[in-house]
């Protein structure tokens, strides 16, 4: 079954400062890979997907992520975060078997951008 | 233009009622979720319908039934509210090509069961 773990619940850093969120998950299967944020009081929004291809991925505001398969992971980065970064980040991934409709979410984690 | 969108966006009520959210999406999609979020922001999947079909269906109380009138909306009813249902319930759609799932969520609707 699909898993993912986002190891750190909350990460605070200084606003400028570089940024790892860190994300492995676990599939028997080839995945799909996904980030999403969720700013204060809305809705998830993708911020960039791995699909196949090149490993390194760039997103919107900033962000890139890079896959990795032989360590499972797929960890987001920013070499400048804003306070406007602040928001909650979830990883999640789809698989490229039977259960394609379903995406998994990992339990997130709390960016605080502090000024 | 909203691309998915719900109402209401904030819903209070007492124990035991019974109350509906609706989601409607105009991204023309075939797949439509309801996720269910809790106080420590933990998401899970509820529901997910393809084209008017239920296909997913997880461990939710039967007081939860989802009705799907058209591909565009898929509606959240709750009966006999309890105090544990208090969270924010998202509302998404996908086109699901292949594989590829790449899910567009909705503003939240967040529930308190006093």
């Known amino acids: 079954a699909q898993s993912v773990t986002q190891l750190d619940s909350q990460v605070p850093v200084f606003e400028e400062a570089p940024v790892e969120l860190r994300c492995n998950y676990s599939?028997?299967?080839?995945?799909?890979l996904f980030w999403y944020v969720q700013y204060p009081n809305q809705g998830l929004q993708l911020l960039l997907k791995y699909l196949s291809g090149s490993t390194l991925v760039k997103g919107i505001n900033g962000f890139e992520a890079e896959f990795n398969k032989s360590q499972t992971s797929f960890h987001l980065r920013k070499p400048s975060v804003h306070i406007s970064d602040t928001a909650e980040y979830f990883c999640?991934?789809?698989?490229?078997?039977?259960?394609?409709?379903?995406?998994?979410f990992g339990p997130g984690t709390s960016l605080s951008v502090i000024p | 233009d909203t691309a998915v969108s719900q109402t209401p966006k904030y819903l209070v009520t007492q124990m035991g009622n019974d109350k509906s959210i609706k989601c409607e999406q105009n991204l023309g999609h075939d797949t439509m979720y309801w996720y269910k979020q809790d106080s420590k922001k933990f998401l899970k999947i509820m529901f997910s319908?393809?084209?008017?079909?239920?296909?997913i269906n997880e461990t939710v109380p039967n007081r939860f039934s989802p009705k799907s009138p058209d591909k565009a909306h898929l509606n959240l009813h709750i009966n006999s509210l309890e105090l544990g249902d208090s969270a924010v319930y998202f509302c998404?759609?996908?086109?699901?090509?292949?594989?590829?799932?790449?899910?567009?969520f909705g503003p939240g609707t967040r529930l308190t069961v006093l």
């Open positions: 599939s028997s299967v080839s995945v799909y």
């Open positions: 319908y393809n084209n008017k079909e239920l296909i």
């Open positions: 998404a759609s996908s086109q699901v090509r292949g594989s590829y799932n790449e899910q567009f």
């Open positions: 999640a991934v789809s698989d490229l078997g039977t259960s394609y409709d379903k995406v998994i």
